[in-house]
């Protein structure tokens, strides 16, 4: 596009790092929350017993004794909130999405109010592609922890893959918020607010664009090709 015979620019190309989970729970409250009296098995293990082992094995990364004992402590407690998502943790390591999928929905069956087990799940969906799914857990994981930094991140993620950038802007300067020190936030920032800025500009909002342009430059003063783009478009609007 031209004006003035100034030549307008394309759409920047970039890159974006679609990134594995994001740091998850271990659980959802700890051993503290666990109901020490249910029954027991022959063996005179409780609920709680086989929980506190099953978590013990997840932290250690053996996941298939984390699902066997977090398995026996549903069978004692099978209103065992903590341990159905525990064990869906378990079977999203071991990229089991279905069986955690399964698993977080009892959680959050049983615990309505369990902000991870949302987030969790919308992590499963995500790598199932399921993404309007994905969107729906992150969202609703937020509403019950306004400071969910990996939800924010990960609902980030997906809002840039479906094109909307000023939703992916929202949530990653709601992590920046929440952590000033991500790196990987600001840099996904920055890259979204540059191909706003590129979009705004191609469809003739040029005023939107600088704006964009400028709030990277005052975040990094030599962003590349942002101080180029905001005075080729000053020179469009003829200032």
Same mark, same amino acid.
């Given at each position: 596009?031209?004006?003035? !015979?100034?030549?307008?620019?394309? /759409?920047? /190309?970039?890159?974006?790092?679609?990134?594995?989970?994001?740091?998850?729970?271990?659980?959802?409250?700890?051993?503290?929350?666990?109901?020490?009296?249910?029954?027991?098995?022959?063996?005179?293990?409780?609920?709680?017993?086989?929980?506190?082992?099953?978590?013990?094995?997840?932290?250690?990364?053996?996941?298939?004794?984390?699902?066997?004992?977090? *398995?026996?402590? /549903?069978?004692?407690?099978?209103?065992?909130?903590?341990?159905?998502?525990?064990?869906?943790?378990? #079977?999203?390591?071991?990229?089991? #999405?279905?069986?955690?999928?399964?698993?977080?929905?009892?959680?959050?069956?049983?615990?309505?109010?369990?902000?991870?087990?949302?987030?969790?799940?919308?992590?499963?969906?995500?790598?199932?592609?399921?993404?309007?799914?994905?969107?729906?857990?992150?969202?609703?994981?937020?509403?019950?922890?306004?400071?969910?930094?990996?939800?924010?991140?990960?609902?980030?993620?997906?809002?840039?893959?479906?094109?909307?950038?000023?939703?992916?802007?929202?949530?990653?300067?709601?992590?920046?918020?929440?952590?000033?020190?991500?790196?990987?936030?600001?840099?996904?920032?920055?890259?979204?607010?540059?191909?706003? !800025?590129?979009? *705004?500009?191609?469809?003739?909002?040029?005023?939107?664009?600088?704006?964009?342009?400028?709030?990277?430059?005052?975040?990094?003063?030599? #962003?590349?090709?942002?101080?180029?783009?905001?005075?080729?478009?000053?020179?469009?609007? !003829?200032?």
């Amino acid at each position: 596009m031209k004006k003035n !015979g100034i030549t307008f620019f394309g /759409i920047a /190309i970039t890159v974006m790092v679609i990134m594995a989970t994001m740091t998850a729970c271990a659980s959802s409250g700890g051993t503290d929350n666990v109901n020490r009296n249910t029954r027991a098995d022959a063996g005179g293990r409780s609920a709680a017993d086989y929980f506190d082992s099953g978590f013990a094995h997840l932290g250690r990364g053996d996941y298939d004794r984390a699902i066997a004992d977090l *398995s026996e402590a /549903i069978r004692l407690d099978p209103n065992h909130a903590d341990a159905f998502y525990n064990r869906g943790l378990a #079977y999203g390591r071991k990229m089991e #999405y279905d069986a955690a999928i399964s698993d977080y929905s009892e959680a959050i069956r049983l615990n309505p109010n369990l902000s991870p087990a949302f987030q969790n799940r919308g992590m499963m969906y995500s790598q199932k592609q399921e993404r309007a799914l994905a969107l729906a857990d992150f969202t609703e994981a937020i509403r019950l922890d306004p400071n969910n930094e990996t939800a924010y991140f990960n609902r980030a993620i997906l809002y840039g893959i479906t094109g909307d950038l000023s939703a992916a802007i929202a949530d990653w300067e709601a992590v920046l918020r929440i952590n000033p020190n991500d790196a990987q936030a600001r840099q996904q920032l920055l890259i979204h607010r540059f191909n706003r !800025g590129v979009a *705004s500009a191609n469809n003739g909002d040029i005023d939107s664009a600088i704006a964009d342009w400028e709030a990277i430059l005052r975040i990094d003063p030599n #962003y590349p090709n942002a101080r180029q783009y905001v005075q080729q478009a000053r020179q469009m609007l !003829g200032y």
